[in-house]
């Protein structure tokens, strides 16, 4: 089975949503902004990721690096096109960020 999984970074704490092929939503929480938290979260799953994303802004580069150094299958996404696809949303929390982000990834 694929996973996907999205995070909807700030500077403090991370949302992170992982979902299946299917759109089920496997696991959620909130993690702190580091790339060994995160890596920590999603690796303690035992899933094998078919893609993590996250949206492009001050902390990209340092968690892209940190997270792909661990294996994980990262992209980062163009901000214009994460907020396009996530307008439909009628509540906006980092949590429902998160998960539209998760299904991005899946529906890429």
């Known amino acids: 089975m694929k996973y996907y999984a999205g995070l909807d970074v700030s500077l403090k704490t991370t949302a992170v949503c992982v979902v299946d092929h299917d759109g089920t939503v496997i696991k959620e929480g909130m993690v702190n902004s580091d790339p060994q938290t995160i890596t920590t979260f999603l690796v303690d799953l035992g899933l094998v990721f078919e893609r993590v994303g996250l949206e492009a802004g001050s902390l990209a580069p340092w968690l892209y690096h940190g997270l792909s150094a661990s294996g994980l299958p990262v992209l980062c996404l163009e901000t214009r096109h994460?907020?396009?696809?996530?307008?439909?949303?009628?509540?906006?929390?980092?949590?429902?960020?998160?998960?539209?982000?998760?299904?991005?990834?899946?529906?890429?």
Do not use: C, E, P, S
């Not at 994460?82 to 990834?105: C, E, F, P, S, Y």
């Open 82 to 108: 994460a907020k396009a696809a996530l307008q439909a949303q009628t509540v906006k929390t980092d949590r429902n960020d998160a998960r539209g982000l998760a299904h991005i990834m899946r529906t890429g």
